[in-house]
């Protein structure tokens, strides 16, 4: 029989991740040309989350560390960045991702911003490269919106992202070596909280208990070089953190989140925790049974990065570079086990998610990330599920349940 033809081929991948690439350096460009004083038109700092590692930075190097979680304080620092600079961008961070920006002030503040995003980028593509190689991959990864929205932000997607990516391409081989990439992404706690659930699943105690001493100790030593106040600013402003998650309807078109999908409806606080909760207990499900059950590396480092996103409700745009992994890890997957249908249009979805999210969400009001998220971690499970079936099924000539590959 013949084998279906799928809209999206080998030539079409060629093309598009081309074309996506030289929008986003023409509409870089006028960004940067139309901006003044490095304040774009409307008010917002070129690269502008990165100014809050700068003025941290500053703050630290100047013997003031504790300053950087007062947001008065932090703003002046800010303003030694960017004069013409309106509004502070809150610091919040933990003493151990305080220890990482701590040398940017060193450097003048764009070069400080080209130093960090390179370099944290430079480890991005590493990890990116441990996972897949070829002239169209590199393409549709130099084309891909959520790189740009990262590098654009000024934001540290790249450093998660490759934390989390190189924890699971080792946590098989070198246990160890995982354990304490996973502690090192604890800079931001709520990303590695699934990490937690996939090790018990299988009963990797080494990673594990590696994880904890790593993250503990990074935190006692930023702790011990920033000093104790630093810690107290941290556990004092995490209450800033819920009130900008609860609250702060500008920031909700940049999170893909189903409690922020739920509050542009303006359901109540409440009832949106509760309807985020069940939804996170499913994709820690999911999780948990994927690493209990399937062998499959990828669909099991697919599904845990894509959980992630709707078990936190604190997720912002530039985190979804994490997208480029289980993407990558699924089309490889079809690519050598067949396709189930739909299952590349739920790709492209995801690839474009960092670019149409906020724009969709802007128009309609409406929080488009976590019903795609969704789509992704489902795709994963239905493919962690059916893999020994689709081998069984192939070899008994009926590939024809299955998308071919083109």
């Not at 930075?57 to 703003?75: E, K, R, V």
């Not at 609860?246 to 409806?265: D, G, K, Q, T, V």
Request: glycine share 6%; net charge positive.
């Amino acid at each position: 029989m013949k084998a279906d033809v799928h809209w999206l081929n080998r030539e079409r991948l060629k093309i598009y991740p081309r074309i996506f690439l030289a929008l986003f350096l023409v509409l870089g460009l006028v960004w940067v040309l139309m901006s003044k004083n490095m304040i774009d038109l409307q008010g917002i700092p070129l690269g502008f989350d990165f100014i809050q590692y700068w003025a941290a930075s500053h703050l630290a190097l100047t013997g003031h560390a504790q300053d950087a979680y007062n947001i008065p304080l932090l703003f002046k620092a800010e303003q030694v960045a960017i004069p013409a600079l309106h509004n502070p961008i809150v610091w919040l961070y933990p003493p151990s991702f305080y220890l990482v920006v701590l040398p940017l002030a060193l450097l003048p503040y764009v070069a400080a911003y080209w130093a960090f995003m390179l370099s944290t980028l430079g480890g991005y593509l590493l990890v990116l490269r441990r996972i897949v190689r070829g002239n169209i991959a590199m393409w549709c990864l130099a084309a891909f919106p959520g790189l740009w929205v990262t590098l654009l932000c000024g934001q540290n997607g790249f450093l998660t992202a490759a934390l989390a990516g190189a924890a699971l391409l080792s946590v098989e081989k070198r246990p160890v070596l995982a354990g304490v990439f996973i502690g090192l992404l604890a800079i931001k706690p709520h990303l590695a909280i699934l990490f937690l659930v996939a090790l018990l699943a299988i009963g990797a105690w080494k990673t594990l208990i590696t994880a904890a001493v790593t993250a503990i100790t990074f935190m006692a030593i930023g702790t011990a070089t920033l000093g104790t106040a630093v810690l107290k600013g941290f556990l004092a402003n995490l209450g800033y953190a819920r009130l900008f998650l609860e609250n702060e309807s500008s920031l909700w078109n940049r999170m893909p989140s189903l409690f922020a999908f739920l509050r542009l409806l303006e359901m109540p606080v409440a009832w949106a925790y509760v309807v985020h909760f069940v939804v996170a207990v499913g994709a820690v499900i999911i999780v948990w049974r994927v690493w209990r059950h399937c062998q499959n590396r990828n669909l099991r480092s697919a599904a845990l990065m894509t959980a992630t996103f709707l078990v936190s409700p604190y997720v912002f745009d530039y985190d979804l570079a994490w997208l480029a992994c289980p993407i990558t890890w699924l089309a490889l997957d079809g690519l050598r086990n067949g396709w189930l249908r739909g299952e590349r249009e739920v790709l492209v979805a995801a690839w474009l998610l960092p670019m149409l999210m906020v724009v969709i969400a802007k128009s309609l009001h409406v929080q488009i990330g976590a019903f795609v998220l969704c789509g992704l971690l489902w795709i994963t499970y239905r493919r962690a599920t059916t893999t020994s079936m689709m081998g069984a099924v192939a070899t008994a000539g009926h590939a024809d349940q299955f998308v071919s590959v083109p």
